[in-house]
């Protein structure tokens, strides 16, 4: 018995349209969250942007702008995690478990 092949239909992708903290955060919310302000986000970015831009153009590539705001909110939470952790060492717990 020969079985029936049902044609795969692609479904179309619907991409959410990104925000750009740039646009959203005044400098003061930006150096809050990313430790630079806007002329420094863009100074960063300018200086390593042949280096991260990607050389196919795709849909819903990230821009070099992005991807530094992206690089820099990660690099902050693991500097905060070692900050806590050192903390944790030189400060134990009163109550041992």
């Known amino acids: 018995m020969v079985e029936k092949q049902h044609p795969v239909v692609q479904q179309r992708r619907n991409f959410a ?3 750009d903290p740039l ?3 005044d400098d003061r919310e930006l150096i809050t ?3 630079l302000d806007r002329d420094g986000i863009l100074f960063v970015t ?3 942007r042949d280096d991260i831009t990607s050389p196919i153009s795709r849909n ?3 821009s070099a702008e992005l991807k ?3 690089t820099l909110r990660i690099l902050l939470a693991r500097c905060n995690y070692v900050a806590v952790m050192i903390l944790d060492q030189h400060n134990p717990p009163l109550v041992e478990p």
Do not use: N, P, T, W
């Open 46 to 48: 300018d200086l390593i």
């Open 68 to 70: 530094v705001v992206l």
């Open 23 to 25: 646009e959203m955060y």
């Open 60 to 62: 819903s590539a990230l």
């Open 33 to 35: 969250r990313y430790r």
């Open 17 to 19: 349209a990104r925000k």
